[in-house]
């Protein structure tokens, strides 16, 4: 019954390579975010989708690409992968785009060899 | 570009004592909020303060607002083993603008 979930939790994968992280919320929330905690613990908002649309869009490399199937799920694929996306990446949730009150998985860490 | 700026970096206490922390903020804001990172999790909520509140309180929680000076402290009382996290200020400034957060603050409690 967890209210915002990741997969995988780890991920380890050579430099060049494809992969996808996937998030999902069970508290009936509108908007959904991605976010990139690098190894200095900075957070750093990427990607913001509202309703499968997207509303938020930092400056992310072309390779980032999130997709959104339905309200529920923000999925983030990562093409090409480089050794400087080594970092720990976090799906959050909130009820609407105006609330600011978020709901955050446990995480991905993805360390590019 | 960062907005809130936690100070200490990091903080060592006993078990017992106060913890305070604080948050400085570069521009208005409409709300600032307090969330804690426990090691290897994902950051859960704690407390959202608005522009025209002062001060709030949660449990063992209080933290306050000065706006005139663009800060904000968060206070733990009475500190437990378990409150050892990460604690990150973050503030937005208008309906749809993303969270901005801090680095945070390293607390450790030792019991």
Redesign the interface.
């Given at each position: 019954d967890t209210a915002?979930s990741q997969t995988p939790k780890y991920l380890v994968t050579q430099m060049g390579n494809d992969k996808s992280i996937k998030c999902e919320q069970n508290l009936g929330h509108d908007t959904m975010?991605w976010y990139k905690q690098d190894s200095?613990?900075?957070?750093?908002?990427m990607f913001?989708y509202n309703n499968k649309e997207l509303?938020?869009n930092?400056t992310v490399p072309n390779r980032f690409s999130p997709k959104s199937p339905d309200k529920a799920h923000l999925n983030l694929h990562i093409n090409s992968l480089e050794l400087g996306d080594s970092a720990v990446y976090?799906c959050?949730s909130s009820q609407d785009?105006?609330s600011?009150?978020?709901?955050?998985?446990?995480?991905t860490r993805l360390l590019v060899l | 570009s960062?907005q809130g700026e936690e100070d200490p970096q990091a903080l060592s206490i006993q078990e017992g004592e106060n913890a305070t922390m604080n948050c400085s903020y570069k521009t208005s804001i409409?709300?600032l909020?307090w969330?804690r990172?426990n090691s290897?999790?994902?950051?859960?909520?704690l407390i959202?303060i608005r522009s025209n509140e002062r001060e709030k309180h949660s449990g063992r929680l209080r933290v306050t607002l000065d706006t005139s000076k663009k800060s904000s402290s968060l206070l733990i009382t009475a500190s437990r083993a378990a409150d050892t996290a990460?604690y990150?200020c973050a503030t937005?400034n208008s309906?749809?603008t993303?969270?901005?957060?801090g680095?945070?603050t390293r607390l450790s409690v030792i019991a």
């Open positions: 915002v975010y200095k613990k900075f957070l750093k908002i913001s509303i938020i930092e976090f959050a785009r105006r600011k009150t978020q709901y955050f998985g446990p995480g | 960062q409409n709300n909020q969330y990172q290897g999790r994902g950051l859960v909520h959202l990460s990150f937005d309906g749809n993303p969270l901005v957060f680095k945070g």
